[in-house]
């Protein structure tokens, strides 16, 4: 089993900066391929970044490319997704997701664990 305890989300102005952070425990975070995903109310859960083990590779979502950056200590057992750039249409809940089918999984259903959610709200 894996926990992941999301934090980081907030309000912030079209144009600003979050950083997302996930916290890991239950197993060896350096084993497990992350990702981090978004849903909005009625949505299905949207891919936003993944990231492998190593943290040596990633890959993004067209929609959040150039402007998000995801990224992992291991020695914290945590994942972030700095965020830059926001634009209104990034406002949702933000969810952290742990041991991917591959470093790239960009499914949900590839990846079996998942934390609750941090909201980010980005105003115009």
């Known amino acids: 089993q894996v926990q992941l305890v999301e934090s980081g989300g907030g309000l912030v102005q079209a144009g600003g900066s979050l950083r997302l952070s996930c916290a890991a425990s239950g197993r060896s975070f350096s084993s497990l391929r992350m990702g981090w995903f978004r849903q909005a109310p009625g949505k299905e859960r949207e891919f936003v970044a993944a990231i492998s083990w190593s943290g040596g590779s990633t890959y993004y979502a067209d929609s959040v490319k150039g402007r998000f950056t995801i990224s992992r200590d291991n020695a914290k057992n945590t994942v972030y997704l700095q965020m830059n750039s926001l634009k209104p249409e990034d406002t949702t809940v933000y969810y952290c997701?742990?041991?991917?089918?591959?470093?790239?999984?960009?499914?949900?259903?590839?990846?079996?664990?998942w934390g609750q959610g941090t909201q980010v709200t980005v105003s115009s």
């Open positions: 997701a742990a041991d991917g089918r591959v470093w790239h999984a960009s499914r949900a259903y590839e990846y079996d664990y």
